[in-house]
């Protein structure tokens, strides 16, 4: 136990958290069972971390950080290790990537009963489905996502700003009001186009090539969260890795099944199951009409975020194809997306039509009034044109 304390000192002492992430004000801390799912790389660790820093002092071994990583928990189970820390004063246990051990829910579980004064933090792949397919945490979980940076929190990194969010109905009813507050310090212009490319993934400020980690990044998810959490068998890794690199190739549009199923040599069924766990993953989002939901076929298939797309295909990425991504990421956070009639036309919150288009476009848009265009290439708004942008503040 000691050396579990003597590494958690370590780690708390050498935490690197320079953006403050908005999640940490809004989880219930009260809560004894909390679980913060999220991709590979999007700061899941530094969270927990971050968290034991604010609200415990170093020494203090009421708290204490572990991963599933470390070999010794293929001996012992978290239960019985939980038990131990509770019987030493131990009230706040955070557990990185749960998901190594086996039969976390259960243990989770055992531990929620065992130690009423115990609280457990843990997370998790985003392609775990928590309450679903783990039905002996009903009830005792509250699950969070934590997300990539928003543009609001890589502004702030970057320009020591201390920009506060705001919601969609904030920014609609007084865009031009909020810019005003923001413009006179930061030209977010300046920076938005570095955002699109490589400012989702926390690890943008390491040292090293950014696309290639992202590379790396996103094998992983494919190679280890959905086979493993999911427990596919490895032999079909290549047709889930080929399935998601011809669904970014051939850009936001409703997917051939049929097509991608001959490709790939499995059933339209399969297909449709596989986008689904490469959407729990964060590689994809799934665009549907209003009112339909998977396992339909979606009216779209998108990437996640931008930088995905720099990563995959850097030479072809087409400018209003990032825009567009960068708009439904925004949004997906607290916000339903879905596709109308009308190709170009996004329904958001089944009752917001917005269109995303290029504010310095030769041939521009006939302007309807119940519409509400999200502009690039530009800082400012008005009426019910909004600055693409300023939705990188909704969180």
């Not at 990583?69 to 293929?74: D, G, I, L, P, S």
């Not at 969609?168 to 930061?186: G, M, T």
């Not at 607290?334 to 476009?361: M, P, S, Y």
């Amino acid at each position: 136990m000691e050396a579990f304390f003597r590494t958690h000192r370590y780690l708390v002492e050498h935490v690197n958290a320079p953006v403050r992430r908005v999640l940490m004000d809004e989880i219930d801390w009260s809560r004894r069972m909390i679980g913060i799912k999220g991709t590979r790389g999007i700061g899941k660790t530094t969270f927990l971390l971050q968290y034991a820093k604010e609200n415990f002092d170093v020494d203090d071994q009421q708290c204490l950080y572990v991963n599933m990583n470390n070999f010794y928990f293929q001996g012992r189970g978290i239960a019985d290790f939980a038990g131990e820390f509770y019987h030493r004063g131990g009230r706040v246990l955070l557990i990185d990537q749960v998901f190594k051990q086996p039969d976390w829910s259960a243990e989770l579980r055992k531990c929620y009963d065992l130690y009423p004064g115990l609280k457990i933090v843990f997370t998790g792949s985003s392609v775990m489905r928590l309450k679903e397919e783990n039905p002996e945490l009903n009830g005792i979980v509250d699950s969070y996502n934590l997300r990539g940076f928003s543009f609001r929190e890589f502004l702030n990194l970057l320009t020591g700003s201390s920009f506060t969010p705001y919601s969609l109905d904030e920014i609609l009813a007084d865009h031009q009001h909020i810019v005003k507050k923001i413009l006179p310090y930061v030209s977010p212009r300046q920076h938005f186009q570095d955002y699109i490319h490589h400012g989702f993934y926390p690890f943008f400020q390491e040292r090293r090539n950014y696309s290639e980690n992202l590379l790396k990044t996103m094998n992983m998810m494919t190679e280890v969260d959905i086979l493993l959490i999911k427990q596919i068998d490895l032999k079909y890794l290549t047709k889930i890795k080929k399935l998601f690199y011809q669904l970014a190739e051939q850009g936001p549009k409703a997917p051939n099944v049929s097509k991608l199923a001959e490709s790939i040599e499995t059933s339209r069924a399969t297909v449709m199951n596989y986008i689904k766990y490469l959407t729990d993953a964060r590689l994809l989002n799934m665009i549907y009409p209003a009112g339909e939901e998977f396992p339909k076929k979606p009216s779209k298939v998108m990437l996640h975020n931008s930088n995905l797309l720099y990563a995959i295909y850097p030479i072809h990425v087409e400018r209003q194809t990032a825009m567009e991504t960068f708009f439904v990421n925004s949004l997906w956070k607290d916000h339903k997306v879905n596709q109308t009639g009308h190709d170009q036309t996004f329904l958001v919150d089944e009752r917001l039509k917005f269109r995303v288009c290029d504010a310095q476009a030769r041939s521009k848009p006939r302007m309807q009034p119940d519409v509400i265009y999200a502009r690039y290439n530009t800082e400012v708004g008005q009426d019910n044109q909004i600055p693409l942008w300023l939705l990188g503040f909704l969180y």
